[in-house]
């Protein structure tokens, strides 16, 4: 066996272990290659309410960035208002299934006036 075609099966040998290892870290990150934030968003909170991944904050970590695309684009600059922005619509999804943020272990939202009105003036 030549070394590419090692190196090869070794990356796909990594790919399959990953997604035994963190199947819906692996669902996003393959959803984030075809799917726009807001749907990233929505998959994100129905893993949260139906299938109770283990580790919420590597989740959230690994993903955060594509699931804020759209702020991002739409000129939501300050690190703080980014966080509220994506996690006030994950907050709502969730609402639709009677669970609350503070069920997971996510990033804080800030719900000060202040914050508030930078993440809807955008």
Not at 36 to 46: E, N
Request: neutral net charge; contains cysteine.
């Amino acid at each position: 066996m030549r070394l590419d075609e090692m190196g090869n099966e070794f990356r796909v040998n990594i790919r399959a272990y990953n997604k035994i290892k963190n199947p819906y870290n692996s669902a996003m990150q393959e959803a984030a290659q075809f799917q726009m934030p807001y749907s990233l968003r929505r998959l994100f909170a129905i893993i949260l309410v139906f299938g109770e991944p283990g580790d919420v904050r590597t989740l959230w970590n690994d993903n955060f960035i594509s699931m804020s695309e759209d702020f991002v684009r739409n000129r939501i600059s300050s690190s703080q208002c980014l966080i509220n922005a994506v996690l006030l619509h994950i907050k709502s999804i969730l609402e639709q299934h009677h669970r609350k943020l503070n069920e997971f272990d996510l990033s804080t939202l800030d719900l000060s006036k202040e914050q508030n009105q930078k993440n809807y003036q955008g």
